[in-house]
């Protein structure tokens, strides 16, 4: 929680992480005050009271005031004339939360949600680091309020032990329970559950020996008798009532249970209004332990049946077994013909679990069906229509297929939960501490084990013997390493690929060529794409739906993915389809990449989004020629996402696989992957690459090679004449190619405005944007916008200037293109700074540097921060001013013309800050 009383005072933004509040004793105290009623205003008269008491000194106003003015630094806090008020949302400071928490997890329990209210109750009681208000106990509002949130404290804890006596009769709680009698002897709730739990430790003599203390207690001090409550627990244990015998055969647990609340609540809730209820997922995953705890919280009989080395037909016996029933056919094994009668598979079996079973309420628990599926979901068939008391909880890598049944799927840990099982799994194999030092190295395990349990035990299982960071290391060997676990545990839980080679051998021929195939997506893959690359024909989605319900593929929305621990395995089996996938993705550029042109731009930047990671894996591993061919057709979508840092890395590694000269027929391809490789700066000297447009006699197969050249060489450099001369020889060899037209249009523009002709740069921006909007191109619309912009800037009418520049700002952020959205927060920045808006204009300089460093555009970066340098010029601070220049020119790269440019302009600030 980022704001906090329930230990020693916390106050800081979330951001910044919990912190305990700065500042003395008495800032302290102001801080606590306020987070006792945080959105209230506090009247400033009680305030001064709750702080220094009925005798505060002359100051206190200003002292207030002070300490206020200090903590505005850390806090959100408001003035509204009366009081001051703390402008953060209840559920944002802890004791609120607590509050909260604890109000729902007591009405669970009243409403015999033991379940809900256990777990509701352990994150209230988790908010606590210590005594409350434990730093400012010395402020006179202090006291009473600690006494009553530790009241509430001891509230909620007996709730939670209530709650878990219900949920799994046990003595866990004995001692959190005396050391509430330490503290409050008087609560004789708390000594009712102290003997209930003694009772269900087997220890009813000191359950007895418990109400006789409780009674000396309460006549040695009230003069009064046990409470009605407390007597009926001891006439109940006399009884030998409040025992009650325990009749769930589930094994205990020797390890914690850690991070899956919110499927335990999932399924308790699930198994409340279904008979059947079968957790799915891949191996690994903890299927089994999470149906343990189901189990134990589930209010009744519950047994659990393993099925991992049983036969198809053995399945009732194994349920007979679990149930401790006597099976007649241990005593007689043939049946009346004297021939041998099958084991476990004679009616007397399954007429047997009828019988025992018709009106019994019993949870049963088969585990591990995936290998018997069929006898397993046809047995658990005809028990639930036969036994209305019963209800079936099943693990299966795959779904039983019953009618009525619920399916819950259990897949990884999520990050922060699988680092919390990593950490405690070390800490009791190897005494680990999660320091801050290790916890990126963690992170990466947890990550690159998919947060599968099993796999995270079997690697902290190693730390005896390599330190987290070597581990995390070598962790990408996943099989190597992950080699030996659990001496206790079934041979398939004792190595990660024992664990997923059970889970290979149960897969059919096809779904074994289809599970190997699939390797090749990276990420995850569409319907048709799979169709269309794995060579399955019209048996891919029979296929396919094989594998996913056997948790071999997870379907993702309309996509479809594979763990990366699955991955590594079946890839091993076979070699991947890594051209029929290159191939497949340059159709989809190629096809996406005219639409980037139109009115449907958004739906294939979405498109191309979601296989994104499988493009980029296309372009790495597909052949020279059809690498360059996705080079090409992604260049427009780069752009557009501001992924120009990945541009640049992706079109280097291709040239340095091709080399300098282009292959025969793909000089365009070839130039725009050297062209999108520089945009980390030029490789290396030589001709310039927008030359070759000079022998262009057409529009190029791909447009924004016009866009992205000019991007690189900026203006010709010939005389105003030849200029136009120019300009109107490309839009002739344009003809008929609507956008590039258009886009030509925009260099007309700029380049009439580096001639200082605003009158034809305005008019050829419009003829731009007429153009543009024809075609429903926002990227285009967006260009002219932002030209009308900065020409209404430049002759000095602000007005004019806003809404257009407004515009493109809408269109740059529908694009959701980061680089543009630089761009034109940098140009919004200076109009703002010309027109006498300082705080304005620093804030779109600030947030333009923070776009532009994230999607590598250095040039921007130092442009934006040249901006900042100005300001601060304009506002009398010459020092800040020439640092600032300084470190754009640094930072601002060479080699292309707009960088250049931005030098040079850069060297100018600094030439009139020097002199």
């Given at each position: 929680m980022p704001y906090g009383i329930l230990g020693p005072t916390l106050a800081g933004p979330e951001t910044a992480g919990p912190r305990p509040g700065a500042g003395g004793a008495r800032l302290r105290a102001l801080l606590a005050r306020l987070l006792l009623e945080p959105g209230r205003v506090v009247p400033l008269p009680r305030l001064i009271d709750d702080l220094y008491g009925d005798d505060p000194p002359a100051g206190a106003v200003n002292a207030v005031q002070s300490n206020v003015s200090r903590a505005r630094r850390e806090v959100p806090i408001s003035y509204d004339g009366s009081g001051y008020r703390l402008e953060v949302a209840p559920d944002e400071v802890d004791a609120h939360r607590f509050a909260r928490l604890a109000h729902a997890g007591r009405d669970a329990l009243r409403a015999g949600d033991p379940a809900t209210a256990s777990a509701l109750l352990t994150d209230a009681l988790a908010l606590w680091r210590g005594a409350a208000l434990a730093d400012v106990r010395s402020a006179p509002f202090a006291p009473a309020a600690a006494d009553r949130l530790e009241e509430q404290r001891r509230r909620a804890l007996e709730d939670r032990i209530e709650a878990e006596l219900h949920l799994r009769p046990s003595g866990d709680a004995v001692g959190e329970l005396r050391a509430l009698l330490t503290a409050a002897p008087l609560r004789e709730h708390t000594w009712a559950l102290l003997m209930r739990s003694l009772v269900a430790a087997g220890r009813p003599a000191e359950a007895l020996a418990a109400f006789a203390e409780a009674r000396h207690v309460l006549a040695d001090q009230l003069g009064a008798d046990p409470s009605a409550e407390l007597s009926a627990v001891h006439t109940a244990v006399l009884r030998g009532e409040a025992a009650g015998a325990d009749r769930r055969r589930l094994p205990a647990q020797l390890t914690s249970f850690v991070g899956r609340e919110e499927e335990l609540a999932r399924a308790g809730a699930a198994l409340r209004s279904a008979r059947l209820v079968t957790l799915t997922g891949p191996g690994g995953a903890g299927k089994t332990r999470l149906a343990l705890e189901v189990a134990a919280r589930h209010p009744g009989e519950a047994c659990l049946v393993e099925l991992a080395a049983t036969g198809p037909g053995d399945t009732a016996r194994a349920v007979l077994d679990a149930l401790g029933l006597r099976d007649n056919t241990l005593r007689d094994n043939t049946q009346r013909d004297n021939t041998p009668r099958e084991r476990g598979a004679g009616p007397d079996t399954l007429d047997r679990l009828l019988a025992a079973l018709s009106a019994r309420p019993l949870l049963l628990v088969l585990d591990n069906c995936e290998h018997v599926v069929g006898a397993a979901a046809a047995l658990a068939g005809r028990l639930l229509a036969a036994c209305p008391g019963l209800r079936v909880l099943a693990t299966s890598r795959e779904p039983l297929g019953i009618t009525g049944e619920v399916r819950l799927p259990v897949g990884g840990l999520p990050l922060e939960a699988g680092v919390r099982l990593f950490a405690d799994r070390g800490a009791a194999s190897a005494g680990f501490t999660l320091s801050a030092g290790a916890e990126d190295a963690v992170r990466r395990i947890v990550r690159t084990l998919d947060g599968l349990p099993l796999a995270l035990e079997l690697a902290a299982a190693r730390l005896p013997v390599l330190p987290v960071d070597e581990l995390a290391r070598r962790v990408g060997d996943r099989f190597r390493l992950l080699s030996r676990g659990s001496s206790t545990a079934g041979s398939r839980h004792q190595t990660l690929r024992a664990l997923v080679a059970w889970s290979w051998d149960l897969l059919t021929p096809r779904e074994r060529l289809l599970a190997q195939r699939f390797t090749v997506f990276a990420g995850s893959g569409g319907l048709d794409a799979i169709e269309q690359v794995c060579g399955l024909g019209a048996d891919t989605l029979d296929v396919l739906d094989g594998l996913v319900g056997k948790s071999l593929i997870e379907r993702d929305g309309a996509r479809y993915r594979m763990l990366s621990t699955i991955r590594a395995f079946c890839a091993a089996q076979g070699p991947a389809p890594v051209e029929a996938h290159a191939a497949h993705f340059l159709r989809l550029a190629r096809t996406a990449d005219a639409h980037l042109r139109g009115a449907e731009q958004l739906e294939w930047l979405d498109r191309l989004d979601a296989d994104r990671d499988n493009l980029h894996a296309a372009v790495r591993h597909g052949s020279g020629g059809v690498a360059l061919g996705l080079v090409a057709a992604l260049s427009f979508y780069w752009w557009l996402r501001g992924a120009r840092g990945e541009a640049s890395a992706l079109a280097g590694e291709l040239l340095e696989r091709i080399g300098p000269a282009a292959p025969a027929g793909l000089a365009e391809e070839h130039l725009l992957c050297r062209l999108n490789a520089d945009l980390s700066g030029p490789r290396e000297p030589g001709e310039h690459p927008a030359l070759y447009l000079q022998s262009l006699d057409r529009a190029p197969d791909q447009p924004f090679l016009l866009y992205?050249?000019?991007?690189?060489?900026?203006?010709?450099?010939?005389?105003?004449?030849?200029?136009?001369?120019?300009?109107?020889?490309?839009?002739?060899?344009?003809?008929?190619?609507?956008?590039?037209?258009?886009?030509?249009?925009?260099?007309?523009?700029?380049?009439?405005?580096?001639?200082?002709?605003?009158?034809?740069?305005?008019?050829?921006?419009?003829?731009?944007?007429?153009?543009?909007?024809?075609?429903?191109?926002?990227?285009?619309?967006?260009?002219?916008?932002?030209?009308?912009?900065?020409?209404?800037?430049?002759?000095?009418?602000?007005?004019?200037?806003?809404?257009?520049?407004?515009?493109?700002?809408?269109?740059?952020?529908?694009?959701?293109?980061?680089?543009d959205l630089a761009e034109m927060l940098r140009t919004r920045g200076d109009a703002r700074m010309r027109s006498g808006e300082p705080a304005g204009a620093a804030a779109d300089f600030t947030e333009s540097m923070a776009l532009a460093t994230a999607c590598g555009a250095p040039e921007v970066v130092a442009s934006s921060r040249l901006g900042l340098a100005r300001l601060a010029r304009l506002q009398g601070d010459p020092t800040t001013a020439r640092a600032l220049a300084r470190t754009a020119l640094a930072e601002c790269p060479a080699g292309w013309y707009t960088a250049d440019s931005v030098r040079e302009t850069i060297r100018l600030e600094l030439a009139a800050l020097e002199s």
């Open positions: 992205l050249s000019a991007f690189a060489a900026g203006p010709p450099a010939d005389s105003p004449d030849d200029v136009v001369r120019v300009q109107e020889s490309l839009r002739a060899r344009l003809a008929g190619h609507p956008w590039s037209q258009a886009l030509a249009s925009i260099g007309s523009g700029w380049i009439a405005s580096f001639r200082d002709d605003p009158g034809w740069a305005e008019r050829e921006f419009v003829r731009a944007l007429t153009g543009f909007r024809a075609l429903g191109e926002r990227w285009g619309m967006m260009l002219a916008h932002s030209g009308l912009a900065e020409l209404a800037t430049a002759r000095g009418d602000h007005a004019a200037a806003r809404a257009p520049l407004d515009e493109a700002l809408r269109l740059a952020g529908e694009l959701r293109s980061q680089v």
